[in-house]
């Protein structure tokens, strides 16, 4: 039925009309100008610290060190409503330097700036720890995580869906840390029969062990699975260059922080001269590294990690910068629980820049002290569409632990 443009305009009027009234009936419902009302006045009344450790089936090892359990701080902040969120700091020294007693010591400081303040200015909030971020990021993390976390529950949405909502489900890799080739291979196998159809593994040590390595991963993958690799600082320049050059034909799909992290101009040099694109990981902590790396046209892409860059909020800020330079990214993680995990999970899943994942800490975990939070079936991890992240921390386990 064609209209014309006068009876056009008419029905948009009405439209217009019929919305604004239902909005204005929706919000005139007591309940609802309550809850705005609650929300607006909102103060953080509690928070609570706790030892949060996680035993290892096995040490994880890379090329710059070695961790033999995940040694974490889980903290749950409470408000005067009720409302309550919950976020998990995991230090690992060899890369943010930071250690559990240290976090713990910066989250002690934390709790007195936050005390009475609206947790949902988390840029107020963020902004107000301030430099307390540089030497314990971790720790600022988690307060970032259960702020966010309490977003999305005073919303009444999953968080990805507020910061971004791109994506509900997307694949991840695992990661085999450094051994012999041969069990390194035997390792793959295992994640391959797990149904994972990307695979990372770690280098850096000696090239020519580290080639072995490579070659015997991809004759046990086959052709077809994604290969990952990083060397976490642990190659000269020379050498990266000449251990990449020689493993372009094993179809790798990049190679993570091949040099020391504050040598922008070697990982140029690398980035310039290898076969194999190259990830910034180490070198990339907050939003200024993620601006330096793209000025000195460093690398290919961004691995962002929350411990690292201090939460969510500058994770996204990464990302943002990222996307205005055409650099694609990918988010990681270091020995977080499912309840770091689902976190990230909910980053990625909110950005359509960040295209890969890396969000596998709790494989080695000897227990998962989560509730609900990220599914992970066959290598594709499935967010949770409760409201805020989406998870809780097991009572019985919680109560082991030493509260601060």
Known sequence: ??????????????????AAMADKLAWASPRLAAAREQARQMKIKKVEIFSFDVPLVEPFRISIGTMYAANDVLVRITTDSGFYGIGEACPFPPITGETQ????????????????????????????????????PSAVAAFDMALYDLLGK???????????????SFETDLTSGLNTPEKMAASVKESLALGYRQIKIKVGEDPDLDLRRVQAVRQAIGPEVKLRIDANQGWSVSQAISALKRMEPYQIEFCEQPVK??????LRQVRTQ???????????????????????????YF???????????????IAHVAAAANIKCMVGCMLETRLGLTAAAHLVASQK????????????????PIIDGIRVDRGTIYLP????????????????????
Do not use: T, W
């Not at 200015?121 to 963020?126: F, M, Q, R, T």
């Not at 992290?261 to 070697?266: A, E, L, M, P």
């Not at 691995?303 to 800020?317: P, Y």
């Open 1 to 18: 039925m064609k209209i014309s443009r006068q009876q056009f305009l008419k029905f948009l009027g009405l439209g217009v009309g019929a």
């Open 303 to 317: 691995n962002i990690k929350l411990m690292k860059a201090g939460g969510i909020l500058n994770s996204l800020k």
């Open 353 to 368: 820049n960040i295209v890969f994942a890396d969000l596998d800490g709790n494989s080695e975990h000897k227990v998962d």
């Open 261 to 266: 992290d504050s040598d922008i101009y070697g």
């Open 385 to 404: 569409e409760k409201p805020g992240l989406g998870c809780e921390v097991d009572p019985a386990f919680l109560k082991k632990m030493k509260h601060y």
């Open 154 to 168: 005073v919303a009444g949405l999953p968080l990805y869906k507020l910061l971004g909502g791109y994506r509900s």
């Open 274 to 300: 290898s076969p194999v694109p190259i990830m910034a990981d180490e070198s990339l902590f907050g939003p200024a590294d993620a601006v330096k790396l793209i000025k000195e046209e460093a690398c290919d």
């Open 101 to 136: 007693d240290s976090n713990i010591a910066a989250a002690r400081a934390i709790r007195e700036i936050l005390l009475d303040k609206d947790p949902l200015n988390i840029e107020g909030l963020i902004d107000g720890i301030g430099n307390i971020v540089h030497a314990n």
